[in-house]
């Protein structure tokens, strides 16, 4: 099996790595895209791209997050439009699950999300390296731990959930090893059955027709065109546009740490072997054209314990 090399070309800020003009004009396309399907208009999703990269100097950054920040803001605000499409959770069985947790949720947008919906999961399990920011829908049966990044113990007992949701955050960890270890503590903490579904921006070798007819006859709002020009970029210009899109749809949060973790599909597929977990079910869904103004070139793995 090859090895895994640390992506230490990443570790600068995303806006340093942003530099092409045919990544600029994939962005605005996929942006202009959803605002146009949201209802909103196509000349705000032009000025929220070219903004950012216009004041992508150091000295601009701050003021550059806070201007696309509010530009984002008025969008969800004015939006006439929701999102038409299954939400992806949708896709796994959670008819079985006990006990769920949800590394890196802070907003308890998931956890919330399943407690309406699975009235058979007992137990939730928010973990974050910051404060929650919301309220559980069930505190009940709902607990929340602030951990220390640096710190040894993870606040679970082995061998005690059933299911694990890591949902865009091992790309923000500090380094490959800090991944790692996170996983291993997964793997102590999902009884033997139990299922961790990784969620990443990332992409694989090659998308084809297939994928999009496959996601679109799910209900997942795959685009044939935008996610082409996507994988018809150079490899370089995929990070590009991942870290750079990345940093668009974050903008309302200042605390993002940018690490630049980020790992092409099949070595997120050895780093999980690594840790003891088999692939048994993934999804890339490409670019999406679906009313969500903002949004990311997801791939989605649901791994079981080996």
């Not at 928010?126 to 951990?147: E, H, W």
């Amino acid at each position: 099996m090859k090895n895994i090399t640390e992506k230490k070309y990443l570790t600068r800020h995303p806006l340093d790595i942003w530099k092409s003009e045919e990544v600029t004009n994939l962005l605005i396309d996929f942006f202009s895209a959803n605002f146009k399907k949201a209802g909103l208009s196509q000349k705000m999703a032009r000025d929220f791209v070219l903004t950012a990269f216009a004041k992508r100097k150091t000295e601009d950054r701050e003021k550059s997050r806070e201007t696309c920040d509010r530009i984002l803001l008025e969008a969800k605000e004015k939006a006439k439009n929701g999102p038409d499409e299954i939400e992806p959770l949708e896709l796994f069985d959670f008819s079985g699950t006990g006990t769920f947790i949800d590394i890196g949720a802070n907003k308890l947008a998931t956890i919330n999300y399943l407690a309406k919906k699975f009235k058979n999961i007992k137990k939730f399990i928010g973990v974050d390296t910051i404060p929650r920011r919301n309220d559980f829908s069930d505190p009940k049966k709902s607990a929340y731990f602030q951990v220390d990044p640096k710190a040894n113990n993870f606040p679970v007992k082995n061998d005690s959930v059933d299911f694990i949701n890591l949902q865009f955050v091992l790309h923000h960890f500090l380094n490959l090893g800090a991944i790692k270890k996170t996983l291993a503590d997964c793997r102590k903490i999902l009884k033997p059955n139990g299922a961790l579904l990784l969620w990443e921006e990332s992409f694989m070798k090659n998308f084809d027709a297939d994928m999009t007819r496959e996601n679109n006859r799910l209900g997942i709002k795959t685009d044939k065109s935008l996610t082409e020009k996507f994988y018809a970029l150079s490899e370089k210009k995929r990070w590009e546009f991942i870290v750079a899109n990345d940093w668009l749809i974050n903008v309302n949060n200042p605390h993002m740490p940018w690490t630049g973790q980020y790992y092409k599909w099949n070595e997120w597929i050895n780093i999980l072997r690594e840790a003891g977990f088999g692939l048994e079910k993934e999804y890339n869904f490409g670019l999406r054209i679906n009313g969500r103004i903002k949004q990311g070139v997801h791939i989605l793995g649901l791994f079981e314990v080996r």
